[in-house]
């Protein structure tokens, strides 16, 4: 069932308290993909999955494609495009009621998980499922919005589009929304909130290169993977983060930064000012979504077959 919206208050925007690039006592780790574990991860019947994040216990929600033939990365609005929970071993398939697309992005420890759908049309709305029933999630006078990220205390993070059609990321918390932007960014997406309400998410710069960004106590933090074309990549823009503070994205060496690109997009993990890249094992390109409180990680690979999958990267 799908539950009225609530009216929600414009809060203040963020004051921004300062700046901070990160460049300093950063560290590249070798990768040590040949010591982890990848899983594949791809529910019955699809041709295009995305694991996008994990619960502590180890829940992973996703998007899956199952129709005939897709362009990467399958975003269609032909009702092909789900919504999923893998939990125990089982696949729940996820489509809020009468939409023409779906995608499930975040989970928080009670279960609560938000997303993406888009009704006939094509416009965008963020949902959260709690308790067997959605919720739709607009901001207010926005064109589009869409939800990627939910803690523990229900805060939810995401991303909207605005009338002047820039976009902006925006937290969600005791009914009230806060735009996010990262300073003279040309847009803002926040993708994920922390226990304790730090926001990673990613922007994109005056000279069109992407960005990831750390939010703690006001204060922004900009974070590139050391020697990278473009981190966070618009094509495949997922940001993690977990309890201790750990974040997971992708990044590009070269351009085309796109999922039809040939070993040039890579998933990495920042952990304690050291960077470590992550390569699904002969996959064309691997992108890091999520990361839990042991470390482990979800994302997505593209196959020598031009075919994506989910993925799951434990220790």
Same mark, same amino acid.
Request: proline fraction near 5%; glycine fraction near 14%; aromatic fraction near 12%.
């Given at each position: 069932?799908?539950?009225?919206?609530?009216?929600?208050?414009?809060?203040?925007?963020?004051?921004?308290?300062?700046?901070?690039?990160?460049?300093?006592?950063?560290?590249?780790?070798?990768?040590?993909?040949?010591?982890?574990?990848?899983?594949?991860?791809?529910?019955? /019947?699809?041709?295009?999955?995305?694991?996008?994040?994990?619960?502590?216990?180890?829940?992973?929600? /996703?998007?899956?494609?199952?129709?005939?033939?897709?362009?990467?990365?399958?975003?269609?609005?032909?009702?092909?495009?789900? =919504?999923?929970?893998?939990?125990?071993?089982?696949?729940?398939?996820?489509?809020?009621?009468?939409?023409?697309?779906?995608?499930?992005?975040?989970?928080?420890?009670?279960?609560?998980?938000?997303?993406?759908?888009?009704?006939?049309?094509?416009?965008?709305?963020?949902?959260?499922?709690? =308790?067997?029933?959605?919720?739709?999630?607009?901001?207010?006078?926005?064109?589009?919005?869409?939800?990627?990220?939910?803690?523990?205390?229900?805060?939810?993070?995401?991303?909207?589009?605005?009338?002047?059609?820039?976009?902006?990321?925006?937290?969600?918390?005791?009914?009230?929304?806060?735009?996010?932007?990262?300073?003279?960014?040309?847009?803002?997406?926040?993708?994920?909130?922390?226990?304790?309400?730090?926001?990673?998410?990613?922007?994109?710069?005056?000279?069109?290169?992407?960005?990831?960004?750390?939010?703690?106590?006001?204060?922004?933090?900009?974070?590139?993977?050391?020697?990278?074309?473009?981190?966070?990549?618009?094509?495949?823009?997922?940001?993690?983060?977990?309890?201790? /503070?750990?974040?997971?994205?992708?990044?590009?060496?070269?351009?085309?930064?796109?999922?039809?690109?040939?070993?040039?997009?890579?998933?990495?993990?920042?952990?304690?000012?050291?960077?470590?890249?992550?390569?699904?094992?002969?996959?064309?390109?691997?992108?890091?979504?999520?990361?839990?409180?042991?470390?482990?990680?979800?994302?997505?690979?593209?196959?020598?077959?031009?075919?994506?999958?989910?993925?799951?990267?434990?220790?």
């Amino acid at each position: 069932m799908q539950r009225q919206q609530r009216l929600y208050s414009l809060a203040l925007s963020f004051v921004l308290l300062a700046v901070f690039a990160l460049t300093q006592n950063l560290r590249v780790k070798a990768s040590d993909d040949e010591h982890a574990t990848f899983t594949t991860i791809d529910p019955p /019947g699809a041709i295009y999955t995305e694991a996008t994040y994990m619960s502590p216990s180890g829940e992973i929600v /996703g998007r899956y494609y199952d129709g005939s033939v897709c362009t990467l990365p399958c975003v269609a609005d032909d009702g092909h495009n789900h =919504g999923f929970l893998l939990s125990g071993g089982e696949f729940t398939t996820i489509d809020f009621p009468g939409a023409v697309f779906a995608g499930a992005v975040g989970i928080n420890p009670q279960g609560d998980i938000v997303g993406r759908y888009d009704a006939a049309g094509g416009r965008q709305h963020g949902y959260l499922l709690s =308790g067997g029933e959605f919720t739709t999630i607009d901001f207010p006078g926005a064109l589009l919005t869409t939800a990627f990220g939910i803690n523990p205390r229900g805060d939810i993070v995401g991303q909207y589009r605005s009338a002047d059609a820039k976009l902006h990321g925006y937290l969600l918390s005791g009914g009230e929304f806060t735009t996010i932007d990262f300073p003279a960014a040309t847009g803002t997406a926040a993708w994920k909130v922390n226990p304790a309400g730090d926001i990673a998410g990613r922007y994109t710069s005056t000279d069109g290169k992407s960005h990831v960004f750390f939010l703690s106590n006001g204060e922004f933090t900009s974070i590139d993977f050391p020697g990278a074309f473009d981190t966070a990549p618009a094509a495949i823009p997922f940001v993690g983060i977990n309890a201790p /503070g750990d974040i997971v994205s992708s990044y590009c060496d070269g351009a085309p930064c796109t999922p039809a690109s040939n070993g040039k997009v890579h998933g990495f993990l920042l952990t304690e000012g050291e960077f470590t890249s992550i390569d699904f094992p002969g996959a064309f390109l691997t992108a890091a979504s999520g990361i839990n409180n042991r470390g482990d990680i979800v994302g997505v690979y593209v196959d020598t077959n031009r075919q994506g999958h989910g993925f799951l990267r434990t220790r």
